[in-house]
C-alpha cells in the first residue's frame, strides 16, 4: 500500500489555467505538507496542516489555496498558472508538525507540473 | 532563522570508493537532523536522522553524527555502490512547535553518481 499518493504524477497545461493536484495519506498521521522543488532541486515548504488547520503558510502567491477535506487528505489548487509554477509539488504527511522529537516526514512521489 | 548548508554537487565516484557529504546547520536550541535521499523519479525517503548531540544515524551503511559543537551532520559511506546514485538532502526540524521554526528545512541537495 502507497503511504503517501500524490494524483497527478505528470501535469502539463497552459497558463491561464486552473489546476488541482490531489495527496491523499493512509497512515494516520496528523499532519500534512505541500513542498514545492525547483529545478535547481531546492526544497521549500509552502504550506502545513495539522488536523485540517492551516499552521504554516510560507510566502506563497494567492493563487495556491490548499484544502484539506479530512485528516487524510490535502490537495492544491492553482489559479492562473504561470510559467514560473513550473516544479516538482511533494506532498508529505508526519504525526505531528514538525518540532524535533523524532516526528519523520513521509513524501509522495510528487507531481510535476509543466506549465507551457 | 534556522538554515541548512550542504556542500555542492555534484559528486561522481567510482564504485566502492569512500563518500563524505558535508553539512552543517544553523539553529536556536536542539533542532533534529535527517539526511533524505531522492532516486531519480521518486520521491524523498527518510535515510537516517539523530534527535539529539552525539546521537548516530545509520542506515544501509550511510552513517552521520551530530555534533553540536561543530554544528555539523555529515553523511559518510565506506563503499558506495552503482545503486546509491541519488540525490542527498540534509535537513533541521527546528524544536517549536508549528511556525517557521518548526518547519523541516532543507540543504540545497548533493547529487551523488557512482561509476561502475
Known amino acids: 500500500d502507497t503511504a503517501v499518493s500524490q494524483t497527478p504524477k505528470y501535469l502539463v497545461t497552459q497558463m491561464g489555467n486552473d489546476k488541482s493536484i490531489k495527496c491523499e495519506q493512509n497512515l494516520g498521521h496528523d499532519t500534512m505538507y505541500w513542498y514545492k522543488q525547483d529545478s535547481k532541486k531546492f526544497l521549500k515548504i509552502m504550506f502545513s496542516?495539522?488536523?485540517?488547520?492551516?499552521?504554516i503558510n510560507e510566502t506563497v502567491p494567492n493563487r495556491f489555496s490548499p484544502k484539506s477535506p479530512d485528516k487524510a487528505h490535502l490537495n492544491l489548487h492553482i489559479n492562473s498558472l504561470e510559467l514560473g509554477d513550473s516544479a516538482v509539488y511533494f506532498c508529505?504527511?508526519?504525526?505531528?508538525?514538525?518540532?524535533?522529537?523524532?516526528?519523520?516526514?513521509?513524501f509522495g512521489q510528487g507531481t510535476r507540473l509543466t506549465v507551457v | 532563522g534556522n538554515s541548512v548548508t550542504q556542500m555542492e554537487g555534484p559528486v561522481t565516484l567510482s564504485e566502492e570508493a569512500f563518500l563524505t557529504i558535508n553539512c552543517t546547520y544553523t539553529?536556536?536550541?536542539?533542532?533534529?537532523l535527517f539526511w533524505y535521499v531522492q532516486y531519480p523519479g521518486e520521491g524523498l525517503q527518510l535515510l537516517l536522522k539523530a534527535t539529539k548531540a552525539d546521537d548516530k544515524g545509520s542506515n544501509k551503511g550511510f552513517e552521520a553524527t551530530y555534533r553540536k559543537e561543530t554544528t555539523s551532520f555529515h553523511l559518510e559511506k565506506g563503499s558506495v555502490q552503482v545503486s546509491d546514485s541519488a540525490v542527498y538532502f540534509c535537513?533541521?526540524?527546528?524544536?517549536?512547535?508549528?511556525?517557521?521554526?518548526?518547519?523541516?528545512?532543507f540543504g540545497k541537495g548533493t547529487k551523488l553518481s557512482v561509476k561502475p
Open positions: 539553529a536556536t536550541g536542539y533542532p533534529s
Open positions: 496542516y495539522n488536523n485540517k488547520e492551516l499552521i
Open positions: 508529505a504527511s508526519s504525526h505531528r508538525p514538525w518540532g524535533g522529537m523524532n516526528t519523520e516526514a513521509f
Open positions: 535537513a533541521l526540524s527546528g524544536d517549536n512547535y508549528g511556525g517557521s521554526q518548526g518547519n523541516l528545512i
